[in-house]
DNA sequence: AATAATTCTAACTTTTTAGTGAGTACCTAA
DNA sequence: TTAGGTACTCACTAAAAAGTTAGAATTATT
């Protein structure tokens, strides 16, 4: 269920690129991230903005990244469910690599 | 052989972040752009330097970083074989996705 | 004649990651 | 009473990525 943040004996496992790639190297972790952004987003409005994603991967990364603290969740006890997600402190500072991948995406390949 | 940068018809497939992972998020990548960094390496020390990689996996790598244009490529018709390897005009602009990377691993996670 | 060094290639297996399709529980509105 | 919206869970399958093992061509060295 969650992302195991494997290491291997063979390589360096403190390696921090590897670290930073380990946990945000999934298909659609940094489109999660950069859809919550700086929003207080529900679990409904996830599924509607990044699109394309099962409802299976995203409650799986969802899950992921509020055990790596990068997201945090709220939970309102009502029927039917809402619940709210949002970044940490610590997944804020993952914007600025969404920033960079997309400049020289947008720059130099798309 | 090469990678295939796929895209799935569900998901925007001209979003910059996607095409930018496409490229770059696999296991090895980053590291090997990194060890080549602005230098002149051969094979043989890449080999050496990026620890724990299989030839299978760098020869591979390379081969799709030469055909994305990331990685030159220069063969000396010499006996023993001499190959360099060194990252082009495109290839340098990733090196600040790999600071950045670090930069985060190192402050938040290692 | 055998060994080592160079840069690969090719076939095959395993592991990891992602996708599919169904179902749950509860309430509201038609 | 049926359908729709909420946020999930579960079992299974398929696809992608990575690992393993072996070997090839050439020359110099031992």
Redesign the pocket.
Known sequence: ME??L?T?PAYDERCPVRASLALLS???TLMILFQINKNTV???ELKRSVTG?????L?QEL?MLVENKLVSKK?YPQ?????EYQLTELGLKTLPIVDQLAEFGLENLV
């Open positions: 992302k195991k494997k291997h999934g298909k659609w529900r679990y409904g994603i099962s409802e299976k991967m409650i899950n939970v029927i039917p469910p809402k619940v």
